[in-house]
């Protein structure tokens, strides 16, 4: 797991020991699961904290044997069922090139003071995908957002997610192969 700030015991039962950004992290999502009428239950709770404690996004079977290591019974459909609900609620987004899930940052701030998704309609994002590290990148560009989506409409069609990935080379990684621009 990645270091964080700080690192605290999950006050939610016997799980890993998640950063203090990680912990709270997960209480505003309860809050938010809370407030939208949604459960967090302890394994849900768990897959998250998993997944944003990465720094780099993980499949379903990496959070399987992640779980595993304080469940020693999980079985694949606990983690699907978990991310399941975790896509469904917008808290997650899957990288669809690399099979893996990356934690959303932009979710819980979204219907306080989003504007273009509440004009779109849709929850969107825009990724850089490190061909060489694997690190990925959330963006949060709305002009990318409402020129696709715009387009979209143009042609009759009603979009329900808008991401886009664009793979190629993080600026540490681009920089040590000697070939940086400046």
């Keep these: 797991m990645t270091a964080g700030r700080g690192?605290?015991?999950?006050?939610?039962?016997?799980?890993?020991?998640?950063?203090?950004?990680?912990?709270?992290?997960?209480?505003?999502?309860?809050?938010?699961?809370?407030?939208?009428?949604?459960r967090l239950t302890a394994v849900r709770r768990l897959v998250l904290g998993l997944i944003l404690s990465e720094n780099r996004p993980l499949g379903a079977y990496d959070i399987l044997s992640l779980l595993r290591v304080h469940q020693p019974r999980?079985?694949?459909?606990?983690?699907?069922?978990a991310l399941d609900f975790l896509l469904e609620q917008g808290l997650i987004h899957r990288i669809e090139r690399l099979s893996a899930f990356v934690g959303c940052r932009h979710r819980l701030d979204c219907e306080d003071c989003c504007t273009s998704h509440?004009?779109?309609?849709?929850?969107?994002a825009q990724f850089l995908i490190c061909?060489?590290?694997?690190?990925?990148?959330?963006?949060?560009?709305?002009?990318?957002?409402a020129v696709l989506l715009q387009s979209a409409r143009g042609q009759g069609f009603r979009a329900e997610a808008a991401t886009v990935e664009i793979e190629g080379l993080c600026a540490r990684c681009h920089g040590k192969d000697g070939t940086a621009e400046h």
């Design 118 to 124: 509440k004009a779109w309609g849709v929850h969107r």
């Design 7 to 38: 690192v605290a015991r999950d006050p939610e039962g016997d799980g890993p020991d998640f950063s203090t950004e990680v912990l709270a992290r997960l209480e505003d999502v309860a809050h938010w699961c809370q407030h939208h009428g949604q």
């Design 131 to 145: 061909r060489d590290c694997g690190q990925v990148q959330e963006l949060e560009q709305d002009v990318v957002a």
């Design 74 to 81: 999980a079985v694949p459909p606990t983690v699907y069922r």
